[in-house]
């Protein structure tokens, strides 16, 4: 299985300020790679995938980049509502797998 | 507007069984592949199971193989996860998701708890 190493784990900030959170993949796997958002009492959201497509709706302020092992979410200009946990996911083989989450929290 | 709808989670003993449900609604379900991803207390997301459009392929992660089994009922627009002889580390809680051909899941239901505990 492709193992996803997420960092970090945990990450603070302000809002108005921006942020990157990195997954690194065992193996390549090309460009295959989503984002998504968890927040308490609410779906979780897919914001990125095929490593830097933003899904219908997710604000433009979200940008993914990389492409073989090593990715990157950014998020510029954090709003309020962006605090929550983040997780890859490899979507290149299968079993699909995740990473094990970072958690944004307000400073 | 895609809705997912888990349901009949709950307190299970270790080595009894257990059926889950999602009811989806808002898109042609027989069009899409359909998952569940469960996530353990305090825990990051792992896929449990897949089942194509039609039902005639299915795939689990190896811990789950043979305990689970993933069905969907395209005329009620349900998706079904039963599991038998539970373990104490099948504790989570569990999401039914809308895969996309290129494998990632772009609609997620809000999730049912399933704790499996004497």
């Known amino acids: 299985d492709v193992q996803m190493t997420q960092s970090p784990s945990n990450l603070a900030a302000s809002p108005g300020e921006s942020v990157s959170i990195n997954c690194k993949a065992s193996?390549?796997?090309?460009?295959?790679l989503a984002w998504y958002q968890q927040k308490p009492g609410k779906a979780n959201k897919l914001l990125i995938y095929?490593?830097?497509t933003l899904q219908s709706g997710t604000p433009s302020r979200f940008s993914g980049s990389g492409s073989g092992t090593d990715f990157t979410l950014t998020i510029r200009n954090l709003e309020p509502e962006d605090f929550g946990l983040y997780y890859c996911?490899?979507?290149?083989?299968?079993?699909?797998?995740f990473g094990a989450g970072t958690k944004l929290e307000l400073k | 507007e895609v809705q997912l709808v888990e349901s009949g989670g709950g307190l299970v003993q270790p080595g009894r069984s257990m059926k889950l449900s999602c009811a989806a609604s808002?898109?042609?379900?027989?069009?899409?592949?359909m998952a569940w991803v469960c996530q353990a207390p305090k825990k990051g997301l792992e896929w449990v199971a897949t089942?194509?459009?039609?039902?005639?392929?299915?795939y689990y992660r190896d811990s789950v193989k043979g305990r689970f089994t993933i069905s969907r009922d395209n005329a009620k627009s349900t998706l079904y996860l039963q599991m038998d002889s539970l373990r104490s580390e099948d504790t989570a809680t569990y999401y039914c998701?809308?895969?996309?051909?290129?494998?990632?899941?772009?609609?997620w239901g809000q999730g049912v708890m399933v704790t499996v505990s004497s």
């Open positions: 998701a809308r895969r996309d051909w290129e494998s990632y899941f772009d609609y």
């Open positions: 193996k390549s796997i090309s460009k295959y």
């Open positions: 808002g898109f042609t379900f027989n069009n899409y592949d």
């Open positions: 089942i194509s459009y039609d039902g005639s392929s299915t």
């Open positions: 996911q490899q979507h290149n083989e299968y079993p699909p797998t």
């Open positions: 095929s490593g830097s």
